[in-house]
């Protein structure tokens, strides 16, 4: 995580951005969260969609997911996904029909199972090492936390721990998956434009889902 991090701070100062509002999903979450850490002068405000708050958070995977990303078969299969595979297993994430656009199942299949093994680990390894609520309370900045209520990855009601941090907002979307920006993309919009529109003490209107 801080490794990815320091991509994107090295990113923001080519750009010669400062206080900006950044959003994560998943692990994109801890990355956003390992940024505000090392670089407090780069955010502004964060914005964490589906980011479990810490390992014991995490639910039994998918079937198709727990046989892609576990040996023995894992390691056989991975190198060998159809494009049919890599949909069928982001969207077995979600819980309202998603259209994954061709860019992502690009990426997915470019990533190999080392490679995603390893990610896994060190998502892990940096939530576990301290929760993801207790960094944000030691940040202090303003913090949008977007969960949804039937993600199959991560136990919905974890987004409650977020409560605990100070100038952060809890969505919990009723209906949505673990992929709410492919699911409620119109929800998420709003969501994210009036948490980036208002003040850090000003609570946004939360649109239905």
Avoid at 23 to 34: F, K, L
Avoid at 162 to 170: F, K, S
Wanted: charged share 20%; proline share 11%.
């Amino acid at each position: 995580m801080p490794a990815q991090a320091g991509q994107v701070a090295a990113l923001l100062d080519g750009l010669g951005l400062r206080h900006v509002a950044v959003a994560g999903h998943s692990s994109g979450g801890y990355v956003a969260t390992a940024l505000a850490e090392q670089r407090p002068d780069l955010v502004g405000s964060l914005a964490l969609i589906s980011s479990g708050p810490s390992p014991d958070a995490l639910l039994r995977q998918p079937f198709i997911l727990r046989v892609l990303l576990t040996p023995p078969l894992g390691p056989l299969i991975w190198p060998r996904r159809s494009d049919a595979m890599i949909r069928k297993g982001i969207s077995a994430t979600a819980v309202r029909p998603v259209d994954l656009p061709d860019d992502v199942v690009a990426d997915v299949r470019a990533i190999t199972y080392r490679v995603m093994r390893t990610v896994l680990r060190r998502n892990t390894a940096y939530i576990a090492e301290c929760s993801v609520p207790e960094r944000l309370a030691a940040l202090g900045v303003p913090v949008q936390v977007i969960f949804g209520a039937a993600d199959p990855r991560w136990e919905p009601s974890s987004a409650h721990r977020y409560d605990a941090v100070p100038n952060a907002r809890v969505a919990l979307l009723p209906g949505v998956g673990h992929l709410p920006m492919l699911e409620a993309p119109e929800t998420i919009g709003e969501l994210l434009l009036g948490f980036t529109a208002a003040g850090p003490n000003r609570r946004p209107v939360i649109p239905d889902a």
